[in-house]
């Protein structure tokens, strides 16, 4: 969590004066302890030699605009200096407003350049966020305006997906999965063979005689899938025993599988 924090000044003026006589009055210097004779500096109730009001750090003149803090005096940049006012990012001294971040303090500046930046609005992440799978970063309440793509599960926006679409029966799909869906009952079934001898190559055979795959809606997959759909199912396979004798018992699989799914979804 990062707070902004005020840069405390103590910014005086210094009063410029030519020498009054004050009579039965000597006016001593605040540096030197010595008498003043000709112009001096009046520093809230202290006089001092026009050329010994100096920074206390750098031991130059100041200007009109300077750090007091005990009695000593400093110009802004110095008394940051002196005081650790440094940004963890740029090195660089702090003489106003700043961040602190892990006990860290950075200009503000700094600190957006540092800090996470929303994947959907682009501005800078303070605090709690989301962050889905893929490691896009946004803010949590994004994730109510936008749907989220039914294969790969992230938000369909322009920045994340470069957009999406609906289908026919009620799914999203980004455009990143869009990309590579698979409708074709062809290529479907070409991605079975794949599988099919990827599995053999591993010793694991299957006969094509005892499995089939169609692509179908998510509609139809409720109605084949009954009970065992919900949301996140993109596929059910179907079991039936073909014959039954003494020795062994041969079933035929019927595998139901989501059309426009990107060919990752279809193979696992
Ligand atoms: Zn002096
Ligand atoms: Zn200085
Ligand atoms: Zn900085
Ligand atoms: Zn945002
Ligand atoms: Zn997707």
């Known amino acids: 969590m990062a707070i902004s924090v005020n840069y405390i000044r103590i910014l005086q003026l210094v009063l410029m004066l030519n020498v009054s006589i004050i009579l039965g009055q000597s006016i001593i210097c605040f540096s030197c302890n010595k008498e003043v004779e000709g112009d001096y500096l009046k520093v809230g109730n202290k006089y001092f030699h ?3 009001f100096v920074c206390d750090y750098c031991k130059k003149p100041l200007p009109a605009k300077f750090m007091s803090d005990n009695s000593k005096y400093y110009h802004s940049e110095c008394y940051a200096e002196v005081k650790g006012f440094k940004c963890e990012y740029c090195k660089k001294v702090i003489t106003n407003e700043y961040m602190i ?3 860290k303090k950075y200009h503000k500046s700094c600190f957006e350049q540092i800090s996470p930046k929303c994947k959907v ?4 992440l303070v605090g709690t966020f989301s962050v889905d799978y893929y490691g896009n970063k946004y803010h949590s309440y994004h994730e109510n ?3 989220r793509c039914t294969c790969c599960n992230r938000l369909i926006t322009k920045s994340i997906t470069s957009g999406g679409r609906d289908y026919s029966d009620g799914r999203s799909i980004c455009n990143i999965c869009f990309a590579d869906a698979i409708f074709d009952q062809g290529r479907i079934s070409g991605l079975l063979e794949k599988v099919r001898n990827k599995l053999s190559s591993m010793g694991i055979s299957i006969s094509s005689a005892q499995i089939s795959i169609s692509g ?3 509609i139809e997959l409720k109605k084949v899938a009954g009970d065992y759909f919900s949301d996140g199912v993109k596929g059910f396979c179907e079991t039936n025993i073909l014959t039954t004798n003494r020795s062994q018992t041969k ?3 019927k595998i139901y599988i989501l059309n426009g799914l990107p060919a990752i979804n279809l193979e696992s």
């Open 216 to 218: 179908v809606s998510q």
């Open 251 to 253: 079933y035929s699989h």
């Open 50 to 52: 026009p050329d010994h």
């Open 121 to 124: 609005c682009e501005k800078t």
């Open 145 to 147: 305006k936008f749907p």
């Open 101 to 103: 971040s892990n006990n």
